[in-house]
């Protein structure tokens, strides 16, 4: 997802998340170009939150929450900064009390492929807006919009006229994997990987 | 590109409007490129996020005017090589025939949203790494004939770790735009020289603006502010900025690099770097450069020739003997104070130790008084020849930092040099705190100092006159009771030696006060003053002897009192007095001639001592005065006695700047 002025953000829409090296086979859902196993570890989304999962108990590959070790599955909270070892740090975050999707910022100098600013973990909806607590801060902007996932369908929600792929509509339209959403003051272009 | 813009609207605070891109996400208007999304946008043009057909992500930069003037800046830039620079790859054209500029993507945050981040100034270590990786992008521009012309915080990213400067060779467009009335980023401004009003543009506004970001980065705001371009402009152009939340280095960093005067700024970045404390290790923000460029390289060898010179003089302002003993008396304190005993042991222990000291005070007081000889000499000796030797170590100290200027060696020097600076900095900057903290204490006391200095002849001399006059009423009952102590101690009292040290007193104080009158408000050269007091003391001494004569005092020397057994072995008594047992000539010149060159008796006068009459400053007197007739015989306790009643005399006749008046002007002062 690109958002003009703002950034790019790999958005996974699925419950299991295999953290990995970036592989041509392409079963790694968020591929970091660093030292890292092909299969690192799994962020899972459950009932009541994330759950980290190491795949490989090696010594060599130990994973820590907050410099704490972690043997097994282990709950993630808002603000856990992961270290994959090797380096590569990455913050957790859930930044919209009433929103299941979370944020990953990769707080080493390490980065995704493709490069992305941020990685959003969609549970239902996503929303890009001027304030802090959304998954996407954008301050120019003066209203929120929203994404949100019914059955397999993305939808698109704003106030405001809005236009996808120019075609004007009203705050509310399904969008394409491949959309692209403008708005009064912003843009925005989904691109399916 | 405007970076300013990338990376604020990155964290949210971009421009109203920016936004808004010609080219959306997934066009392809430049052919082999796909653009992803719009970074930002300035004045003369967009700058978008895109990726090249074989995958490398590029930052491109549409140029709207099409000007061949205007490209060239950029052609000139397209080939230079550094870390600490954006690299720029190509000039593109499209099928519109709108130029690209290709360049390398940064995709870390800017100086502009670090800053942000610290509204109180940034970690000390961050703002290291930031300047030194500006500093030496910007060496590296300017020894290749460029100048930035804008640099500005929005300029200059972060990518891993390392600084990179952006939008270098485009300031003719940033000019242009602004003679066009298109509005440019209000935060240009805040960086512009004062010279520039007049055309100028030499690389000094490239320092002129590192010289503000660096203040900027220290305090969290731009030195000047205001609430139009005008005003910002004028400021520039006027105002002094306001350095006080600075501390040294710093300040006189930034200070130089913002100087009004173009030629009297810091004259290259290499200077700038010298004179900066260096960068945290781990994280160096880019290989330093070093240009070869001599002028640069000699202006360097100065500057760091008066920092150490700077650090050496203080140095030596502490005598080692002394401070050996001290430190040997701090470490023999805090040992006491670790042993685990009972305080009733440790006083008890105490006891034993100082009864024994007294006991066997036979033995140890001549070897104490001998060193004390030895150290006295060596005192005096190293107080007459470290002046000169200051002066003359000049020479060599400046040669020995040019000799290793980091400027004139290859990258390979790097570490040594980089260590050197490293210290000189740590150094200069802990003097200048000193200073600087001193100078804050005691700014009231100068600013009364100089008002000292500019009183009138015809004031001065009046005040002494009072200050005579009281001195001789205020000896008078002071001798009585000096007196009374002496009887109860030894002698008996007689009418002629109480106006005998009445007079003397009086005399002695006089003697104290007309030369502080003469210096006061000044620090004066020590040596010159101590002379001065040689003199007096002399003089007193011949007075006292002719006094003595006139009336016919005698003065009995109470063995206990005097050094006679202590240091007969060391010093001739006999030489000193007559065959009566009354003090020769020679006895009162020594006597008195030594006892004011050996204390500062001129801050007895001085109007802004602590208090008006001080018990221990006269004990110190009296102490000394003691100490001084263990070697030059004369007899007590007639000498210490007028020692006391000169130090009380002056001080209790000297004028002294009362409490309310000082507090009233230390509040002034804050």
New interface residues.
């Given amino acids: 997802m690109w958002v003009d002025g703002v950034g790019g953000f790999l958005t996974l829409l699925g419950e299991r998340i295999v953290v990995g090296q970036p592989s041509t086979e392409g079963a790694v859902d968020l591929p970091i170009r660093a030292d890292l196993s092909r299969r690192h570890c799994l962020i899972c989304r459950e009932q009541e939150g994330y759950v980290l999962e190491p795949v490989q108990a090696l010594s060599s590959r130990t994973i820590r929450i907050d410099a704490q070790p972690i043997k097994g599955p282990t709950r993630l909270v808002d603000g856990n900064v992961i270290d994959l070892g090797q380096g590569v740090k990455i913050k957790f975050s859930q930044p919209h009390a009433l929103s299941a999707t979370a944020r990953l910022d990769i707080v080493s100098h390490h980065k995704t492929q493709p490069t992305a600013d941020a990685v959003l973990l969609m549970s239902d909806t996503c929303i890009l807006g001027p304030n802090p607590h959304c998954h996407v801060p954008c301050k120019a902007w003066r209203r929120d919009v929203v994404l949100y996932r019914r059955d397999d369908d993305l939808i698109c929600r704003t106030q405001g006229p809005l236009k996808i792929d120019s075609q004007a509509t009203d705050g509310h339209a399904t969008i394409g994997r491949n959309a692209r959403i403008e708005g009064e003051d912003f843009a925005i272009r989904l691109e399916s990987l | 590109m405007n970076l300013n ?1 990338t990376q604020a ?13 010609t080219h ?3 066009s392809r208007p430049l052919d082999g490129y796909t653009i ?5 946008r300035g004045g003369f043009g967009e700058v978008y ?1 895109g ?1 090249s057909d074989g995958g490398k ?1 590029v930052a491109l930069k549409l140029i709207c005017r099409n000007l061949e003037v205007e490209l060239r800046g950029v052609r000139e830039c397209l080939n230079l090589k550094h870390p600490n620079l954006v690299g720029l790859y190509d000039i593109k054209s499209d099928d519109m025939d709108d130029r690209w500029v290709v360049m390398e ?1 940064v ?2 945050e800017s100086l502009e949203t670090a800053i942000d981040r610290h509204p109180d100034g940034m970690p000390r270590d961050d703002v290291l790494r930031w300047i030194h990786g500006m500093a030496a992008g910007v060496a590296y521009l300017h020894d290749h004939g460029v100048v930035h012309r804008d640099l500005k915080p929005g300029n200059i990213l972060s990518d ?2 390392t600084v990179k400067i952006g939008d270098y060779g485009l300031a003719k467009f940033i000019s242009c735009s602004r003679r066009s009335g298109q509005t440019e980023s209000i935060g240009t401004i805040h960086y512009m020289a004062p010279e520039i009003a007049n055309g100028r543009y030499g690389r000094e506004i490239d320092i002129y603006a590192m010289g503000i970001m660096l203040y900027e980065m220290l305090t969290g705001n731009v030195p000047f502010e205001g609430e139009s371009v005008g005003e910002v402009l004028m400021k520039h152009l006027t105002a002094e900025p306001d350095l006080s939340a600075l501390d040294e280095p710093y300040r006189t960093i930034v200070a130089r690099a913002m100087a009004k005067d173009p030629d009297k700024r810091i004259g290259s970045i290499s200077e700038m770097v010298a004179l900066l404390p260096a960068p945290p290790a781990g994280g160096v923000a880019g290989a330093a450069y070093t240009p070869h460029v001599a002028a640069a390289a000699g202006k360097n060898q100065i500057v760091q020739a008066v920092t150490v010179d700077q650090v050496s003089s203080e140095e030596s302002g502490e005598e080692p003997v002394a401070k050996a003993v001290h430190d040997g008396w701090r470490n023999i304190q805090s040992w006491w104070a670790g042993v685990n005993l009972h305080p009733g042991v440790k006083t008890l222990l105490l006891v034993i130790v100082i009864l024994g000291l007294i006991g066997f005070s036979e033995a140890w007081v001549p070897v104490l008084f001998a060193a004390l000889l030895i150290y006295a000499v060596y005192w005096v000796v190293r107080a007459m020849v470290a002046p000169v030797m200051k002066t003359s170590g000049k020479p060599p100290r400046v040669a020995s930092p040019a000799a290793n200027g980091p400027s004139q060696k290859g990258p390979s020097q790097k570490g040594p040099s980089k260590e050197v600076v490293a210290q000189r900095g740590k150094a200069a900057k802990f003097v200048e705190r000193q200073r600087g903290k001193h100078r804050r204490r005691h700014s009231w006391q100068d600013e009364y100092r100089t008002t000292l200095i500019e009183k009138s002849v015809r004031e001065k001399l009046g005040e002494l006159t009072g200050s005579m006059l009281l001195a001789a009423l205020a000896a008078v009952p002071l001798s009585v009771v000096m007196g009374i102590f002496a009887t109860a101690i030894s002698t008996t009292l007689q009418k002629e030696q109480a106006i005998w040290i009445a007079l003397v007193g009086t005399v002695g104080a006089w003697a104290v006060m007309l030369p502080s009158k003469r210096w006061e408000g000044r620090r004066g050269d020590n040596g010159v003053l101590r002379f001065t007091m040689l003199v007096a003391g002399l003089a007193i001494g011949a007075l006292a002897c002719g006094l003595a004569g006139l009336l016919m005092v005698e003065l009995p020397d109470s063995g206990d009192l005097s050094g006679e057994g202590l240091l007969s072995t060391v010093m001739n008594r006999d030489a000193f007095c007559d065959a009566n047992g009354a003090p020769t000539m020679l006895a009162y010149l020594a006597y008195f001639g030594f006892l004011m060159v050996i204390l500062r008796w001129w801050r007895l006068a001085d109007p802004l001592r602590s208090v008006r009459l001080s018990l221990w400053s006269t004990v110190w007197c009296v102490a000394w005065a003691w100490l001084l007739a263990q070697f030059w015989w004369f007899p007590q306790p007639w000498g210490v006695m007028l020692a006391g009643v000169i130090a009380m005399t002056t001080q209790l006749a000297s004028p002294w700047v009362p409490h309310e008046e000082r507090i009233a002007k230390q509040q002034a002062d804050e």
């Fill in positions: 813009a609207s990155k964290e949210g605070k971009p421009p109203a409007g920016a936004t808004k891109f959306p996400s997934g992803h999304r719009g970074i930002g996020f990726e992500e993507y995709a870390g891993e770790g």
